[in-house]
């Protein structure tokens, strides 16, 4: 958690001695995962995960899906890619953001069900303030329900709202 403070406060060099400190300690630190249950079978997504069958399906609508999300004003927060800016482009941040746990289940979910059903997908950490924002925009453009059940409460996306009242 440390590191990942440092990171969003752009304290490059202290987030690095942080992680340099848990390697020599032999500390792991637990990866954001969320899962998604579709037809009795539990499907699970790490961020920048490719080891799903249908991972390349999952990024060309996910792809689609940015675009359409740009149009109506989505603005990819770049923050949350903890890394940093002098060492990443603009670019792979974004593409970082998009491949976030979340992100991915939701896109899985939004192709491997029927067009209306509400879609769950529970996460092990907080949900990041980019996938909130992202996951509003993709309930409005898809017009479907999305609930994401994070560590602190249950965030029910619909229409572009969250339950949470963008407060989390």
């Not at 792809?63 to 927060?77: C, F, N, S």
Request: positive net charge; contains cysteine; charged residues 30%.
């Amino acid at each position: 958690m440390l590191s990942n403070m440092y990171a969003s406060a752009s304290r490059w060099e202290e987030a690095a001695n942080i992680k340099r400190m848990m390697r020599g300690r032999g500390v792991k630190k637990k990866p954001g995962c969320s899962w998604i249950e579709i037809d009795k079978k539990v499907h699970v997504f790490v961020a920048e995960d490719t080891s799903h069958p249908m991972i390349k399906e999952i990024h060309v609508y996910m792809e689609e899906l940015l675009r359409k999300m740009k149009q109506a004003g989505y603005v990819p927060d770049i923050r949350w890619a903890l890394v940093n800016a002098d060492e990443v482009e603009r670019n792979e941040k974004e593409r970082r953001l998009l491949n976030h746990s979340e992100k991915l289940a939701v896109a899985f979910g939004l192709i491997s069900t029927e067009e209306g059903v509400p879609i769950l997908i529970v996460k092990n950490l907080r949900i990041c303030c980019d996938c909130h924002n992202a996951i509003k925009h993709i309930s409005a453009i898809t017009g479907r329900e999305i609930t994401v059940r994070d560590t602190h409460r249950f965030h029910c996306f619909k229409e572009g709202q969250c339950s949470c009242r963008d407060y989390w």
